[in-house]
């Protein structure tokens, strides 16, 4: 059963209407999206006075800005990058500076933090290209072996495609050495049996809709990079050793059978995590008592 806090932020997201929010459509979607543009501009609130125990530094790697977080006086054996989640729409918050922190102290690591470009002013192969830059410059650090991609909702489905981006794109690059995704979007738009699937559990999902991500496959690539936003439907072979965390309650865990099937046609290892009674991304919830568990499974996974 859910703990209290998870049932009350839960309640919250519903009371709020986070679902209904992301669920506009044609104008309004428009107009959604034209209201996160303007959240983007905004600067991110790095929570200096809990991060004490920490080296941040903020660097411009061509043109994208960079926080790299490691605990004073360590020396990481291995390097994180760490994409966050939002839909490609909507920008991180101070607790993914927190979790950052985290991930350094727990996994002995430096943890490479990128403020990607965004949707509407920017497409999925943008973003892609930002994160390969600052991947690169890991990479001039630490071998592709030590490195490990880390991406929540639409960043690990970020995560996915940057591994696919490097082998269509960029095959002169390695891939990293794990991969660590909570809750990706793994197929959009998504297949019929996918959308079946998601709108059979759309009603216990307070987050995400599913039509949002009819909508916003046009908005993030056009028709010659549309495989981009479809790491399910490319050829897997040789993609590193992954762990996939999905809760009972959000509608992508439908990608999760597919994503078995194609894990095992091509060979690559994958270690589910099932919340029960989870919602998405439940993860990132720092105070609720299931998120402070499951980030042990993060930290071990990343290791």
């Known amino acids: 059963m859910p703990s209290f806090q998870a049932k009350m932020i839960s309640g919250l997201f519903k009371v709020i209407g986070v679902n209904k929010m992301l669920d506009k459509q044609r104008e309004d979607f428009d107009k959604l999206l034209e209201t996160y543009k303007k959240k983007q501009k905004k600067p991110l609130k ?3 006075k809990k991060m004490k125990d920490f080296d941040i530094a903020s660097d411009n790697i061509s043109g994208t800005t960079c926080y790299v977080i490691s605990k004073k006086g360590a020396v990481p054996k291995r390097a994180i990058l760490y994409l966050f989640g939002g839909g490609y729409i909507l920008p991180p918050d101070p607790g993914d500076i927190i979790l950052c922190g985290q991930m350094a102290e727990n996994c002995n690591a430096k943890v490479w933090f990128p403020l990607y470009p965004m949707a509407p002013e920017h497409r999925l192969v943008e973003t892609l290209q930002s994160s390969l830059t600052v991947y690169r410059e890991i990479l001039k650090e630490y071998d592709a072996a030590n490195v490990r991609f880390f ?9 996915m495609s940057l591994c696919v981006y490097i082998r269509q794109e960029h095959s002169d690059v390695p891939l990293p050495g ?10 959009v738009p998504p297949s019929k049996s ?3 699937e998601m709108e059979k559990r759309k009603n216990g999902d ?5 039509r949002f991500f009819d909508n916003i496959a046009p908005v993030l690539a056009r028709e010659e990079e549309s495989y981009l936003l479809s790491p399910l439907l490319y050829d897997l072979s040789g993609f590193p050793e992954t762990d996939v965390f999905y809760g009972t309650r959000e509608v992508m865990i439908a990608y999760l059978d597919d994503f078995r099937e194609a894990c095992e046609k091509y060979g690559v290892v994958l270690h589910t995590h099932i919340g029960k009674d989870m919602m998405h991304c439940w993860g990132a919830m720092e105070f609720v008592p299931e998120a402070r568990e499951v980030r042990k499974e993060y930290f071990q996974a990343l290791r």
């Open 178 to 187: 794990k991969l660590v995704l909570q809750s990706p979007g793994l197929q």
């Open 151 to 159: 991406g929540t909702s639409s960043g690990g489905g970020q995560a």
């Open 46 to 48: 790095i929570p200096y």
């Open 206 to 210: 307070v987050m995400i809709p599913p």
């Open 194 to 196: 996918q959308r079946s």
